[in-house]
């Protein structure tokens, strides 16, 4: 076997596992900003978590884009930050928040298919099963009785998906020149400019933050901004597309499991067989975990024929189990 069959496995592991902080942070931001942000202020919030933190990582990696890296910072960061959060507002505010996380599971499909477009990065089928198990689940674990469907809140959703499936996708083929942490502050910073004239005019004057509402923007800010931005886009680059979207799927899960620790809402078997159903799409649906398979059954099928003997005393021998 050679070195990067026996090294890959292993960074493909601790890559994934950072990638999957990403949407572990953000799943636990409903529960941040239900109970300690300014209610009804979404635009403002995601404002907040973009432009100052990029502008603290822009200063802590002081390159400014140059030449052609201006315009594609300036896409970056309306397709991942700005446009993806606008229209997730919207879908929010026009959908029942079931159907919303519902319809933006299918984003791990859509990522794999532009994947497939842009860079040629073709989908397995146990990958797309996998990504179908997935939304399915998450069906079961957050979809309730309120189901609804408003052709604007659906277009919105699908609009975000397609938005930052595009945007992930073009992580990966633009390589800038610069490292991942100032990379990452282009995005947030143009993202955050976006946002900021938007939320001005639907919003309104920034409202006056109380000292728990700081600690629950330093939090979406740092660990569900910064760091969670940072390990996603560094999986993107290094790692198949379809691996790292799958991964987002947890973002429901952690957002679920929050709710019922610490703002007690209910579980039922429905949502413990969603959130089966969802890792289970999130592994199965791994190319590492695939490969693995496929090695596995490979060398079981050597050891059977390894068992094999040529029988004695005939004169056509046929293969017998010693």
């Known amino acids: 076997m050679s070195s990067v069959e026996t090294t890959t496995p292993a960074r493909w592991g601790g890559t994934l596992t950072l990638a999957a902080l990403a949407p572990i942070a953000w799943g636990s931001g409903y529960y941040v900003t239900e109970t300690l942000l300014p209610p009804d202020r979404p635009l403002f919030g995601a404002m907040v978590r973009a432009l100052p933190f990029g502008l603290l990582l822009l200063a802590f990696r002081p390159q400014l884009p140059k030449g052609i890296w201006w315009w594609r910072a300036l896409v970056l960061g309306t397709l991942n930050i700005g446009a993806f959060f606008v229209l997730i507002f919207i879908a929010a505010y026009r959908l029942p928040g079931g159907t919303a996380a519902t319809l933006t599971a299918t ?6 298919l532009v994947a497939w477009g842009l860079i040629g990065e073709r989908p397995r089928a146990a ?8 939304a399915a689940g998450v069906a079961l674990l957050v979809l309730r009785a309120d189901f609804a469907v408003d052709p604007i809140g659906v277009a919105a959703s699908f609009g975000a998906v397609a938005m ?8 990966k083929r633009w390589r800038p020149p610069v490292d991942l942490l100032a990379f990452t502050a282009w995005q947030l910073v143009a993202g955050g400019l976006v946002l ?61 499991i929050i709710g019922v620790v610490l703002a007690g809402e209910t579980f039922g078997g429905s949502q413990a067989l969603g959130l089966v159903m969802v890792l289970a799409g999130i592994v199965a649906g791994q190319p ?29 021998p046929e293969p017998v189990h010693a």
């Open 196 to 256: 900021l004239p938007i939320a001005l005019i639907v919003e309104g004057t920034p409202p006056t933050l109380s000292a728990s509402a700081i600690g629950g923007f330093l939090y979406l800010g740092i660990a569900g901004t910064l760091v969670a931005y940072v390990v996603w886009f560094r999986g993107l680059r290094q790692l198949p597309a379809g691996a790292v979207s799958l991964v987002g799927l947890l973002n429901p899960v952690s957002g679920t």
């Open 164 to 171: 930052s499936s595009v945007g992930f996708v073009l992580v």
């Open 288 to 316: 590492a975990v695939i490969d693995r398979l496929r090695r596995r059954r490979s060398a079981d099928g050597d050891a059977d024929l390894a068992g094999l003997q040529p029988g004695v005393g005939v004169d056509h």
């Open 127 to 134: 990958s797309l099963a996998g990504a179908a198990v997935g």
């Open 107 to 112: 984003a791990p499909i859509m990522v794999m």
